[in-house]
């Protein structure tokens, strides 16, 4: 059960390849549309093997009227990311309004904007917006390589040397702790991309004393520490046991044995899919953003949407969910 669903229809109108496995997408949706900001995000009613699924895609800017997503095709894809690649023109689908999470806050003196791979996507809203109110702003955008790097072409030309970019085949790193120290004391950073640079970012912010009202951040890409691979859960006191394949979240796959489940973000953020870890035979890969530190170690709890089993059994217990 997802919260706060309002479904539009929606009609593919264009599709492009903008860079290598990044597939961006263009709809017109029936009825008005509301006009959004950077960092929106919609949901997307997608197909994985003749199933429906949700997926959630940030809003790129696009003509009135109009959504525009980007997807990267992964290589350990869940499906969504395929069902996207898979769209030619004129294809319907069931989409939401746009509505964000992950807005500008318009209080600070100067916005450092850092991207890592697919994270690229609502950073580079952010970046058209505050260039175009000519706000003080640098960014930082880091990849594989340029060719798989989205936007780097219309960034580099939006931004000249406002931007810099940290191609990894380039032998290029970020340095986190001198941008930050850069960053005036009323400053913000906004974060999108894998877990590890977001930790990175949140470590370096933290040691320098920094609020971290002035942080803000998503959660893109592939998170985990290990390899998905195949487990068995069974649900405490429910008679349900399943197999989560190495391409299916958790979540999905109690949904799929028929359990009702309460989730949201899909991202690891909001926490309201959490299940209780009764006993596990393998590590716990958390791949989430809404527990600490501390309550990962502690292995007592887990997001179902991102987080994972490295193989074998586990027993959890989804409490209050019938």
């Known amino acids: 059960m997802r919260m706060n669903m309002e479904w539009r229809r929606a009609s593919v109108r264009s599709t ?9 997408v263009e709809f017109d949706v029936q009825g008005t549309l509301p006009p959004f900001d950077p960092g929106s995000h919609t949901n997307i009613a997608v197909l994985i093997d003749g199933a429906r699924a949700i997926r959630t895609y940030t ?18 894809s869940r499906g969504g ?25 318009w209080r600070a003196s100067r916005y450092l904007l ?13 970046a058209r917006t505050l260039a175009a109110a000519d706000q003080d702003l640098r960014m930082i955008y ?3 390589s340029r060719s798989v790097m989205p936007f780097i072409d219309d960034l580099s030309d939006l931004l000249a040397n406002r931007l810099e970019v940290f191609p990894a085949d ?15 004391e009323n400053g913000e950073a906004y974060v999108c991309g894998p877990l590890g640079l977001l930790q990175a970012v949140k470590h370096v912010w933290l040691e320098s004393g ?3 009202s002035r942080l803000r951040y998503e959660v893109f890409g592939d998170n985990g520490k290990f390899t998905e691979t195949a487990f068995e859960v069974s649900v405490l006191n429910r008679g349900i046991q399943t197999t989560v394949r190495p391409d299916q979240s958790l979540l999905d796959a109690l949904i799929g044995a028929g359990v009702d489940m309460i989730y949201d973000c899909q991202r690891g953020e909001c926490g309201l899919c959490a299940v209780r870890i009764v006993e596990t035979d393998s590590d716990v890969d958390h791949r989430d953003v809404f527990f600490n530190d501390a309550e990962k170690n502690s292995n007592e709890q887990m997001c179902a949407c991102v987080s994972r089993f490295t193989g074998g059994r586990a027993v959890i217990d989804i409490g209050y969910r019938a």
């Open 16 to 24: 492009a390849e903008i860079a290598e496995g990044v597939h961006r």
């Open 81 to 105: 990311s395929r069902f996207i690649a898979s769209l030619k023109p004129g294809d319907a689908v069931d989409v939401t309004a746009p509505e964000n999470r992950f807005e500008l806050s």
């Open 59 to 76: 809003c790129l800017p696009a003509p009135p009227g109009c959504l525009a997503i980007a997807a990267k095709l992964h290589p350990n």
């Open 142 to 144: 880091g990849g594989a």
């Open 210 to 212: 920094r609020p971290v």
């Open 114 to 126: 850092i991207a890592g791979g697919i994270g690229v996507t609502p950073i580079y809203g952010m």
């Open 170 to 184: 380039e032998g290029r790193n970020l340095d986190l702790a001198k941008e930050i120290a850069a960053l005036p």
